[in-house]
C-alpha cells in the first residue's frame, strides 16, 4: 500500500511559497523545492492527492538533468546536508526534494508541440494555427505535426490561466535574443527527450520548459518531461483523430470534465479508482522513461 499523500509541507527552514505542486523554501543562497502529492487541473489545485506522485515527478526531473546533460539548477537532492531539527522526521522529504541554486525565472512558458492536442487543438480549430503559426488545413484531433513547433504562454499563478502568445509577444516582453535562444534550446530539448522517449514506447506530444538566470548564465529550471508539464502518450495504441489514452495528467482532467464540474467554483473529490489509476499511470511512465523500478 502507498503512504497517504503529502498534500503540504511544513519546514522550519525559511521563508515558504506554495506552488501548484511544489513548497518552496528559500534557504540562503539556495532554494529547497518539494514535489508535494497535490495535483492541479484547469488552473485548480484538487483537494485530492496522488500518493508518490512528487516522488515521481522529481525522480523523473534528476533522470532528464542528468540525460540532457545541460546547464540546470539542480545542486544536490541529499536531504542530511539540510539544518533541520534533529527531531523532525527526514523521511517524508526523501525522494520528493531537491536543493536548487536561485536564478531570475523568466516569466514565459517555453512549450513545444509536436502533436496537435489539448488548449492547441482547440487554437488550432478556431484560427488554423497557434500562437500566430500557421499550420496545414485538415489537420485531425492529436495529429502528428509537420515539425515540432515553439508556442510559449505565459507563466500564470495560482487561480489564473496559462495564456498561449505569439513569439513577437514573447520577444517584446524578454528580448529578442533572449527569446531566440530559449526557442532554440527547447526545441532541441524536446526533440532529444522525444527520441529517447519513443525508444521507450512513448511519444511526448508535446513539453513545457522553464528557464532562469543567475551570473548572466541561462538555466533549465523547474521540472522536465514529466507527467505533469508533458503529455506521455502509449506508442503502441496511438490513433490519431481522437483523445489518446495517456500516462499523464489528462486521464485526472477527462474525469474532471465528464464529472460536469463546471471548472469555476471548487474542484470536487477525486474518487478512489482515479487516484489509483492515475498513481499506476505516473509510476509506469516512470519505469518506461528510466528504465528504473520506481521503489
Known amino acids: 500500500m502507498p503512504n497517504p499523500p503529502v498534500m503540504e509541507t511544513h519546514l522550519p527552514i525559511g521563508p515558504l511559497r506554495r506552488g501548484k505542486v511544489r513548497d518552496i523554501y528559500d534557504i540562503k543562497d539556495q532554494l529547497l523545492l518539494v514535489s508535494t502529492d497535490r495535483i492541479s487541473a484547469f488552473d485548480w489545485v484538487l483537494p485530492t492527492g496522488i500518493p508518490d506522485k512528487g516522488r515521481v515527478l522529481t525522480g523523473l526531473s534528476l533522470f532528464w538533468f542528468h540525460f540532457l546533460q545541460v546547464p540546470h539548477h539542480l545542486i544536490s537532492t541529499d ?39 489539448g488548449s492547441g487543438w482547440q487554437e488550432y480549430q478556431a484560427t488554423g494555427a497557434i500562437c500566430g503559426l500557421p499550420l ?49 534550446r527547447s526545441l532541441e530539448l524536446y526533440q532529444r527527450g522525444a527520441d529517447h522517449a519513443w525508444e521507450r514506447g512513448i511519444l511526448i506530444a508535446d513539453a513545457k520548459f522553464e528557464f532562469g538566470i ?15 508539464s508533458s503529455r ?40 478512489v479508482e482515479i487516484i489509483e489509476k492515475t498513481r499506476s499511470k505516473y509510476i509506469e511512465a516512470y519505469e518506461r522513461l528510466t528504465g528504473q523500478t520506481f521503489h
Open 136 to 184: 496545414p488545413a485538415g489537420l485531425k484531433e492529436c495529429d502528428k505535426l509537420p515539425q515540432a513547433i515553439f508556442t510559449p504562454a505565459t507563466k500564470a499563478e495560482i487561480g489564473e490561466h496559462d495564456e498561449n502568445i505569439s513569439f513577437d509577444f514573447m520577444v517584446d516582453r524578454i528580448g529578442r535574443a533572449l527569446s531566440e535562444e530559449l526557442r532554440d
Open 232 to 271: 506521455f502518450w502509449p506508442a503502441d495504441l496511438y490513433t490519431p483523430g481522437q483523445s489518446q489514452p495517456s500516462f499523464d495528467k489528462q486521464f485526472v482532467r477527462d474525469w474532471l470534465t465528464a464529472s460536469g464540474w463546471d471548472k469555476n467554483s471548487p474542484p470536487p473529490e477525486l474518487p
Open 79 to 117: 536531504i542530511d546536508t539540510l539544518d533541520l531539527p534533529d527531531a523532525m522526521d527526514r523521511e517524508m522529504l526523501r525522494g520528493r526534494s531537491m536543493i536548487v541554486r536561485k536564478t531570475n525565472v523568466i516569466p514565459v512558458e517555453c512549450v513545444v508541440r509536436g502533436y496537435l492536442a
Open 214 to 228: 543567475a551570473d548572466g548564465k541561462t538555466y533549465l529550471i523547474d521540472e522536465v518531461f514529466t507527467p505533469d
